[in-house]
């Protein structure tokens, strides 16, 4: 077995985290950790064909995503996280089911900064929340063209102003259908290419 489906097979029916127990999460993170030694982009930030594009969440530590599930009545959807090199910006995009016609979309944009060969610094600066439908929200790409395109969404579209609001992800293994990152709260990201 690769060692790509060594972790694919650890994280199969966690709902990217949300069912891991903690004898779950060792097992993730040590399998992780013997993908990262076989990293075959040591310098992720140099590889941008590699690391453009939209990317869907398969399995995070990270419980401010988690806890997106945690509202009654709704459901946590599709995680992506779309990197646009261009720009040097990131888009989270998380999709919300709930009851018919209630469907939301939960959008954190981003700025960020290299700052060495692996690690960027990630400076957020504008979130959305809504419903999908009141959004015109139809797939991330589409939505990050709008966003790129300086509209503006109602009700709450508002700019993360607080100088706290940034933080930091090493990309600690990258090809061409897999990421993974660890983030400064100490969470780890495990995402696949769309």
């Given at each position: 077995m690769s060692i790509k489906a060594e972790l694919l097979e650890a994280i199969a029916g966690k709902n990217r985290g949300l069912l891991a127990n903690e004898m779950d999460k060792v097992k993730v993170l040590s399998a992780i950790q013997h993908l990262e030694d076989h990293n075959?982009?040591?310098?992720?930030?140099?590889?941008?064909?590699l690391l453009e594009g939209n990317w869907r969440l398969l399995y995070?530590?990270?419980k401010s995503i988690l806890g997106l599930d945690r509202f009654p009545l709704f459901t946590l959807g599709q995680i992506y996280q779309c990197i646009r090199t261009t720009n040097a910006?990131?888009?989270?995009?998380?999709?919300?089911?709930?009851?018919?016609?209630?469907?939301?979309?939960?959008?954190?944009?981003?700025?960020f900064e290299p700052v060495s060969e692996r690690r960027i610094n990630v400076i957020f600066e504008r979130s959305i929340i809504g419903l999908q439908r009141l959004l015109g929200y139809t797939s991330p790409s589409k939505f990050i063209e709008e966003l790129e395109q300086g509209?503006?969404?109602?009700?709450?579209?508002?700019?993360?102003?607080?100088?706290?609001?940034?933080?930091w992800l090493d990309i600690t293994y990258l090809d061409e259908d897999m990421r993974v990152g660890r983030g400064n709260e100490g969470n780890v990201f495990i995402l696949s290419k769309e």
């Open positions: 075959p982009t040591p310098e992720p930030l140099q590889a941008k064909e995070t530590t990270s910006k990131i888009y989270n995009v998380a999709e919300v089911s709930g009851l018919p016609w209630l469907e939301g979309v939960v959008s954190v944009a981003a700025r509209n503006k969404f109602l009700p709450l579209d508002f700019s993360i102003e607080n100088r706290e609001q940034k933080g």
